[in-house]
């Protein structure tokens, strides 16, 4: 079975500090897709990004970056001199693929971790 | 970009009373559509999936009688609450992912719909 494991509940940082939160995941799949999704107050979901299985490389988009490794099933996210703005919960997501690439859209969720931004 | 839209974006109804949420994708058709519930303070639940042409597939736990689902042409999925309770007030989610191979780079969820059971 699937499974998204978000260990850190909450995480309160300082502005400017960098923080990690981890993602550790579990499939039996060979082909599988991993997401990071930002939720705000508002609720509506934000997307980060999409890896999939066969891409180990690691990815930098501004501030945030995103660290995959295949052998620890992990796929850590970490946001590089936090912002105000960075507060909200962070949702690691997996998803099966479909037979001819891309995912099957059924995302399952880990618990999300809430972090927190102080001025 | 690919919009997925819902409606309502907030709903409060009495206990017994049913409630529709609509699903909509703006710019792709979608031969699938998600959807999701959470509870507040927690994490996204797959509840069923939609399929255009055909009946809902629904996760284990999920009443398929209570949660009404119907996706009647390839951009527009509803799901219905039936005889709503208080236990049912949640924030209820829909993706739209599109199945042309050129946009397969994301997952396009909806807004959110917040139904409040009295």
């Known amino acids: 079975a699937q499974k998204v494991t978000q260990a850190q509940t909450e995480i309160s940082v300082v502005e400017k500090e960098d923080v990690t939160l981890d993602c550790v995941y579990e499939?039996?799949?060979?082909?599988?897709?991993l997401f990071w999704y930002k939720q705000p107050p508002s609720g509506e979901l934000v997307f980060l990004i999409r890896r999939n299985s066969f891409d180990e490389q690691n990815e930098i988009s501004g501030r945030y970056s995103w660290n995959f490794q295949k052998s620890t099933s992990s796929f850590n996210f970490t946001i590089t001199a936090s912002q105000v703005v960075d507060s909200a919960v962070y949702f690691c997501a997996l998803s099966e693929a479909r037979r001819y690439g891309g995912s099957q859209g059924n995302l399952i969720f880990g618990k999300g971790t809430k972090l927190s931004v102080k001025p | 970009g690919a919009v997925v839209s819902q409606h309502p974006s907030r709903v409060i109804c009495k206990s017994g009373t049913s409630v529709k949420i609509e699903c909509r994708s703006l710019d792709f058709q979608a031969t699938t559509m998600f959807w999701y519930r959470q509870f507040p303070k927690k994490s996204l639940m797959l509840m069923a999936t939609s399929n255009e042409g055909s009946k809902a597939t629904y996760e284990q736990g999920v009443e398929k009688d209570k949660f009404l689902i119907n996706h009647a042409s390839l951009t527009l999925s509803t799901l219905t609450v039936t005889s709503a309770h208080p236990e049912d007030s949640s924030f209820y989610i829909c993706s739209a992912p599109p199945w042309d191979s050129a946009r397969t780079d994301t997952q396009y969820f909806g807004p959110g719909t917040r139904l409040t059971v009295l």
């Open positions: 499939t039996r799949d060979t082909t599988y897709y």
